[in-house]
Structures are given as structure tokens and as C-alpha cells.
DNA sequence: GTCTATAGCTTGATAGAC
DNA sequence: GTCTATCAAGCTATAGAC
């Protein structure tokens, strides 16, 4: 087959991502990533014009996943449906591969700055707050939209959970989540 | 009087904090903190022992107004009542003096992971989720007293007033905060 | 209380051999 | 595809004069 000839390249993104999530872009330096890939700095540039793009090539698997899971929803008819199941898509992404990426992006916020505008998922992140409130004028369904995705991030948070004692498992946060993008059935600002 | 020779500390905890908050800790380096105040990197060594010792002052402040909120929480006997205001207080730090540095507490996760066991705050943390959720066993309460932080935090985040059309304002996110921690009168996960 | 000067180190990145 | 060797630049922090 084609390709292939070594898989350092995933092991590079893997590892990366690892280190990155765990403590932090800025203070995960090349020479850590490579020590413990057992290769050279040298080598990682070969696969990787810079620091960034290691990320960039992280968010770009992510923005492909999240393109399913748009799609998808634009197909669909029967909107609040669509919107639990669009929110149960996002709750496996986050528990599946992405759950170390999406914490990463969570807590690096200053490091993703920096490339705003070659960030392929500030767009999307954005389409999909629109998908999930579309019908929703009130600006607070805007607002929680954002909170639903962030308890779903926070109930895969393991730092938070040893926080909580395990308060807040994934399953948790899904029903939290759901809550938070179902049609109010509540009192609370019903305007009068 | 005694003390106040020079307000030279006090300007440093403002500028620093402001860069801090603006683009990072780690992309904030001495140096530019020194050349905004128009003094040089050794007389920041002069007031602060080191980097992190900045922070922590910071931190130290915003401990001791959290303190004072704390210890009226304490003092009141209607909690439902006291849940409500103490959202409202917490508001107020955020919209007021103490909205950069929440946004840099929010934004710069590995920074503070450095120093979690001096970290003044954690401890208040802890201790303000629990009041919050004190007649909450259920662990979704626990999840949502941490949400409504999040939500004040995203009212006074200017970065995300922008992305969304000035959706998120203050007044908004204290309505969705106040929500989040009001006792539940929906059907969702009544358990059957 | 603030300065100049600099030590000492780490970082991201490149050149060129193999 | 990976290596050795090296670079310039940036950083935190200190020493010591004023």
C-alpha cells in the first residue's frame, strides 16, 4: 500500500496531545515530546513545521468528526429531537478520542489565541451553538447551549471528578446537558 | 504615615494582571510587564519574589473577598434565599475588580495547576459549590452550583461577547445562573 | 526603591551528515 | 526518516551600584 512507511507521525500526535492536555501547551516543550517518543527534536520536525501545527493537525482531525456530526444535523426534520441526539453525538466525541483535545482546548485558551484565524473549529463551534439554539430568539438558550457543551467537558474533566469525588460522571453531565437544551417547561423569565 | 512609600507594588498587580489576563501567563514574560510600567525586570524583583509570586497575590486578594462572601453564606438561615443572593454577590465580583482575574483563572488552567497546594482559592471553591448544593444530594446539583459559576464567568468574558453578537451580557448570565441553582420544578429525571 | 549588567538556562528551529 | 550539532532569542533571576 501507499503511505505508511512509518506511523511516527501518530505517535507524535498522540504523545503531543497527551503532554499537551495534561500539563499545558506552553510548558510541554519539543524536547519533552521527543525524549519521550525516543527520538530526536530534529526528527519531529521532519513530520511538523512547528509547535503549532502539531496542534493544528489535532484540530483538524476534530473539525472532520465535527463535520459528521453538523451534517447530520442539518439533515434532520423534527428539531428538538435532533437537538438530544446532536447533544448525545457530542457526549460520545468528548468521552471517546477527542475527550483529552477538547480539555486541552478548555484549559489553553491563551495558546489557541494565538492562531484564531487558522483555527478550523472557532467556526465550527460556532455553527454548532447555532444548530442547537436555532429556533431559540431568548438569549439565554444562546448561553445555555455554551453551558450544555462545557458540562459535558467538565463531567469528562478526571481532575474535576477526584474534585467532586466523582460527582460528576459522564452520564451525569449528558442529563445535565440535556436539560440545559431542552424547551423550558420553567416559570423562571417567562416574560410577562 | 507608615507604609505607602511608593505604590510601585500595587501598579504591578494591576499591569501584570491585566497582561495576564489579556493573553496568558506564560506568553506574559517580565520583561513586557517592567516596560508597561516604565520601570525595569529588577525592580518587579524587588516587590515580588518571583512570577508566580504576582499571581499569587492576586490570588490572595480575591481569596479574602471570597472569605467575606463565605462567611455571610454561613450566618444566613433561609437557603434557598441565601443561595439566590450569594449567586447575586458572586456577580458582582465577577463584574467588578475581580472579572480579569476569573478570566484568568478560567483561561489558564496549567499556570495554576503549578501551585494548586498554595492556591488559596481551591479550598474557597470547594467550599462555595458545597454551600450552594449543601440540601443537594443528587450529584446533577453539584454539577449545575459549578455551571453557574461558568455562566457568570461567560456574561463578563468580552472575548465571547463578540463571537456571539453580545449575547451572553451580565444581566443574562445572572438570569441563567439563578436558574441553574434554583430548586428544580421540571420533570427532567424525575426518577420514576 | 530603582537602576545596569549579566549569569545561566531553555526554548523553538535549522543545517547537513547518514 | 532520523541523527548530531548548533544557533539566536527569549526567559527568570541575581549581584551590586546608586
Known amino acids: 500500500m501507499a503511505g505508511r512507511r512509518s506511523d511516527t507521525r501518530e505517535r507524535i500526535q498522540r504523545i503531543a496531545l497527551e503532554l499537551f492536555a495534561e500539563q499545558g501547551y506552553e510548558k510541554t516543550s519539543l524536547r519533552e515530546i521527543a525524549e519521550k517518543l525516543d527520538v530526536t527534536k530534529a526528527a519531529l520536525y521532519y513530520h511538523f513545521r512547528t509547535k503549532e501545527d502539531i496542534v493544528a493537525s489535532l484540530l483538524e482531525d476534530l473539525a472532520s468528526s465535527m463535520d459528521e456530526v453538523l451534517a447530520w444535523a442539518r439533515e434532520q426534520d423534527d428539531h428538538a429531537k435532533m437537538r438530544e441526539e446532536l447533544i448525545r453525538r457530542l457526549a460520545k466525541l468528548v468521552e471517546g478520542q477527542f475527550g483529552p483535545l477538547m480539555r486541552f482546548m478548555q484549559d489553553n485558551q491563551p ?8 483555527n478550523p473549529l472557532v467556526g465550527r463551534m460556532k455553527e454548532l451553538f447555532a444548530i442547537i439554539a436555532a429556533d431559540e430568539t431568548d438569549p439565554r438558550a444562546q448561553l445555555r447551549a455554551r453551558l450544555a457543551v462545557v458540562a459535558l467537558m467538565l463531567g469528562n474533566n478526571p481532575q474535576f471528578h477526584e ?16 436539560e440545559l437544551v431542552s424547551p423550558r417547561g420553567r416559570a423562571a423569565g417567562q416574560a410577562t
Not at 111 to 118: E, P, S, V
Not at 163 to 178: D, I, K, R, Y
Open 111 to 118: 495558546a489557541l489565541k494565538d492562531f484564531h484565524d487558522r
Open 163 to 178: 474534585e467532586t469525588g466523582g460527582v460528576a460522571q459522564p452520564e451525569v453531565a449528558l442529563e445535565v446537558a440535556l
